[in-house]
């Protein structure tokens, strides 16, 4: 089956299994070009797994994963590899930095890696720190910058080589409630601006939080709410969301749209 031609990530009737527990039992779901996704649902739902699925880190034993005309359950090691190189960007809760380079050297790695010269990855490098406040920190090594820094840091590395699609699996979970709020704001600016989508995993927020408050929950910037249960996709009414709605029109129109 081929994937529609306007998501520019698909999944279908995906199953994913931990020596034979059960992870993901048949889940689908389709991720249009700048949309913002935010996955919610308990711990051990199945978060993570489907995005690490999504991501070509882990093959799905049944179902199928598309990105673009790219059939990810079919690619090879080196292929997915490639595709998460360039085509990626992950963040997870812990920031992980290189602990011997500095604020901007972790920034630019994504372009080092590329084979981009050094001044052009320094400078997109620091052009990302500063958009997400922490161009101060640039030379700074990461023992020398607080928690929040730090994630911020990890938001530009994941952001500076403009991958198409951003992976966010419980970006800010370590940190305190205003820092959250702001790293949240800070990625999802970022990701509207160049037109990046993004799939940001938390069980940290519900429909109930996110209509109740207008500040930066992940589910509150997000254009469409994806609920997990067991494994499996639990209905969430698109057109009723507090997604819909804090999003405004386009985050409406976006609900619309949804699988
Ligand atoms: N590496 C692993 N080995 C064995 N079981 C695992 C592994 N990773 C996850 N699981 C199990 O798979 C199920 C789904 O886990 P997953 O981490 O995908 O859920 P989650 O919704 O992201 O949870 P959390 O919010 O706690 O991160 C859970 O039952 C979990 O215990």
């Known amino acids: 089956m081929a994937a529609p031609p306007d998501d520019v990530l698909w999944a279908r009737g995906v199953h994913y299994a931990y020596d034979g527990s059960p992870a993901l039992q048949g889940v689908s779901i389709g991720v249009r070009e700048g949309e913002i996704v935010a996955l919610t649902g308990p711990r051990?739902?199945?978060?993570?797994?489907?995005?690490?699925?999504?991501?070509?880190?882990?093959?799905?034993?049944?179902?199928?994963?598309?990105?673009?005309?790219?059939?990810?359950?079919?690619?090879?090691?080196?292929?997915?590899?490639?595709?998460?190189?360039?085509?990626?960007?992950?963040?997870?809760?812990?920031?992980?930095?290189?602990?011997?380079?500095?604020?901007?050297?972790?920034?630019?790695?994504?372009?080092?890696?590329?084979?981009?010269?050094?001044?052009?990855?320094?400078?997109?490098?620091?052009?990302?720190?500063?958009?997400?406040?922490?161009?101060?920190?640039?030379?700074?090594?990461?023992?020398?910058?607080?928690?929040?820094?730090?994630?911020?840091?990890?938001?530009?590395?994941?952001?500076?080589?403009?991958?198409?699609?951003?992976f966010a699996d419980e970006p800010t979970a370590p940190l305190h409630q205003s820092d959250r709020a702001q790293v949240l704001?800070?990625?999802?600016?970022?990701?509207?601006?160049?037109?990046?989508?993004?799939?940001?995993?938390?069980?940290?927020f519900t429909l109930d939080q996110a209509a109740r408050t207008s500040d930066a929950t992940g589910a509150a910037l997000a254009d469409r709410i994806v609920t997990l249960t067991d494994g499996r996709r639990s209905r969430t009414p698109a057109h009723s969301g507090a997604a819909a709605r804090s999003a405004g029109p386009e985050g409406a129109a976006a609900c619309s749209l949804s699988v």
């Open 44 to 166: 051990g739902s199945g978060k993570t797994t489907l995005l690490r699925c999504l991501s070509g880190q882990v093959l799905p034993e049944q179902g199928e994963v598309w990105f673009n005309s790219a059939p990810v359950h079919t690619l090879g090691r080196a292929a997915r590899e490639r595709l998460r190189l360039h085509r990626f960007g992950w963040i997870d809760s812990s920031p992980r930095l290189v602990p011997e380079l500095t604020a901007w050297e972790n920034a630019a790695l994504p372009l080092l890696l590329h084979g981009s010269g050094y001044r052009a990855a320094r400078r997109a490098a620091r052009s990302w720190l500063d958009r997400l406040d922490v161009g101060d920190c640039a030379s700074k090594r990461p023992d020398a910058l607080r928690q929040a820094q730090r994630q911020r840091v990890a938001v530009a590395r994941a952001l500076v080589h403009s991958p198409t699609v951003l």
């Open 185 to 204: 704001r800070a990625l999802s600016a970022a990701a509207r601006s160049h037109g990046i989508t993004v799939l940001l995993a938390s069980h940290d």
